[in-house]
């Protein structure tokens, strides 16, 4: 699927069943959809190179707790990593923010999670 230079569709969200999303690679340059919170059975999000995000990391892509690997990297993600990250995605295995900005120590709860992919 490509969108590049357009929008995420919000509509995306309602398809309930979704297990892996892959958007990687276009060029977004607004925020992700709310509505991409409601994909509750999401275990694959691929979301690297789409320089989205303005800011910190989006709460919403911690709202899908069934998220086991997370793709975050090439973006413009700056700030730190929240503590409450951990808590809302404990079955994450992969987690992916290499080329970003962040900034701060990575919170120890991080540590907690069961990874098996590539490091942070």
Same mark, same amino acid.
């Given at each position: 699927?490509?969108?590049?230079? !357009?929008?995420? @569709? +919000?509509?995306?969200? #309602?398809? $309930?069943? /979704?297990?892996? =999303?892959?958007? %990687?690679? *276009?060029?977004?340059?607004?925020?992700?959809?709310?509505?991409?919170?409601?994909?509750?059975?999401?275990?694959?999000?691929?979301?690297?190179?789409?320089?989205?995000?303005? !800011?910190?990391? @989006? +709460?919403?892509?911690? #709202?899908? $707790?069934? /998220?086991?690997? =997370?793709?975050? %990297?090439? *973006?413009?993600?700056?700030?730190?990593?929240?503590?409450?990250?951990?808590?809302?995605?404990?079955?994450?295995?992969?987690?992916?923010?290499?080329?970003?900005?962040?900034? !701060?120590?990575? @919170?120890?709860?991080?540590? #907690?999670?069961?990874?098996?992919?590539?490091?942070?």
């Amino acid at each position: 699927m490509n969108f590049s230079g !357009g929008t995420i @569709p +919000p509509q995306l969200g #309602n398809l $309930s069943f /979704l297990v892996s =999303l892959d958007i %990687s690679r *276009n060029n977004f340059l607004i925020e992700l959809p709310h509505e991409l919170a409601h994909l509750r059975r999401l275990r694959y999000l691929n979301l690297g190179s789409i320089f989205c995000f303005m !800011g910190s990391l @989006p +709460p919403s892509v911690c #709202n899908m $707790s069934n /998220l086991e690997t =997370l793709w975050l %990297s090439f *973006n413009s993600i700056d700030g730190t990593i929240p503590a409450e990250f951990q808590s809302q995605c404990s079955l994450l295995q992969v987690l992916s923010l290499s080329m970003n900005h962040l900034t !701060g120590i990575i @919170p120890k709860q991080i540590g #907690n999670l069961m990874m098996r992919g590539p490091t942070i």
